[in-house]
């Protein structure tokens, strides 16, 4: 028998020793509406998602030692100890099934951490579909769902495979919904890191101040402008924006700088810091990103698509 098959245990299922790998692409919210916590704490969330194609790659295997044995490399950092995402949901697959082997993680971060791009969850995700592979007896999908949402609100999204959603809830309710165009977009990363849970903060702290000028409640939806560049356009608005630009002046030029060269919408990715814009054309972006290159200093300007 080779090293990649194993027949003995009824749980492992066959070439579970082979490595299989997976892309974990980054996101950007296109619309973020934040309401005030709930009793668990959560803030219920209207957003709609959009995949692009940053992405860290995740490469997994089973081994006969217990225990999750990560490795990072890329450009980007990540926790090497059992506190990585992608560490953590493998543990808690393994642990689910009630399987005694250990995980070989190999993580090749390219999505920067403190951006709002949910490259953490991503890779959650992937290490969740690329484990449930290599067992004979897979919990189903609903199962999966729900071990994902134990991990993080934007794990969901990025196991639904969907290269959009509508989501609510913790961010982890999903409407699966038919992308829009893929479109050029430009990320900013200005070398600023916002922790989620910090940001969350800053908004509750925002909020109670008697100025604070919250959303309205009511919402109404119209499912053709969510597939569409024109109905996004008009849907497009992140909550966290002015409370974190309030925090951060300098995002806050950085996003009028943004704005002004011509994207259909810019706005802050979803808890920030990196910023983002969509535009009409490649030639548009194109010029935008020489632009931006040339005139800021300190700031990562890269190109990426998306919806993918
Ligand atoms: O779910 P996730 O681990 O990504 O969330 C990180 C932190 O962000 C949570 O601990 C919580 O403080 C905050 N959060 C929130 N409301 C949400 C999502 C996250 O308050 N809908």
New binding site residues.
């Given amino acids: 028998m080779s090293r990649g098959e194993r027949s003995s245990d009824p749980q492992v299922g066959p070439l579970a020793e082979a490595w299989s790998e997976a892309k974990a692409q980054a996101k950007v919210n296109l619309r973020l509406r934040i309401s005030p916590?709930g009793p668990d704490?959560?803030?219920?969330?209207e957003t709609i998602f959009c995949r692009i194609d940053l992405a860290d790659r995740v490469r997994l295997r089973l081994r006969r030692d217990p225990g999750i044995g990560l490795r990072v490399s890329g450009p980007e950092p990540a926790p090497e100890g059992p506190e990585n995402l992608a560490a953590r949901a493998a543990a808690l697959l393994l642990e689910r099934v009630g399987l005694a082997d250990g995980v070989e993680i190999e993580l090749q971060k390219h999505v920067p951490p403190g951006a709002g791009l949910g490259g953490g969850?991503s890779d959650a995700a992937a290490a969740l579909r690329l484990l449930a592979g290599r067992l004979a007896r897979p919990p189903g999908r609903e199962e999966l769902l729900q071990l994902a949402a134990e991990l993080?609100?934007?794990v969901p999204f990025f196991l639904a495979d969907a290269p959009m959603a509508l989501g609510w809830g913790?961010?982890d309710r999903l409407l699966c919904l038919p992308p829009a165009k893929p479109r050029p977009m430009l990320l900013l990363l200005p070398g600023v890191a916002v922790a989620?849970?910090a940001a969350?903060a800053i908004w509750d702290e925002c909020r109670r101040r008697p100025e604070a000028d919250l959303a309205p409640e009511a919402v109404r939806l119209d499912s053709a402008a969510l597939s569409s560049w024109s109905g996004l356009r008009s849907l497009a608005e992140n909550d966290f924006e002015p409370v974190i630009l309030a925090r951060y002046p300098r995002l806050r030029s950085l996003l009028v700088k943004l704005r002004e060269t011509g994207p259909l919408l810019a706005l802050l990715a979803g808890s920030g810091a990196a910023l983002f814009a969509v535009y009409g054309s490649a030639r548009q972006r194109n010029a935008a990103r020489a632009e931006l290159s040339a005139e800021l200093r300190g700031v990562r300007v890269l190109s990426v698509r998306g919806p993918v």
């Fill in positions: 916590p704490g959560y803030h219920p969330l969850s993080g609100s934007d913790r961010g989620t849970e969350y």
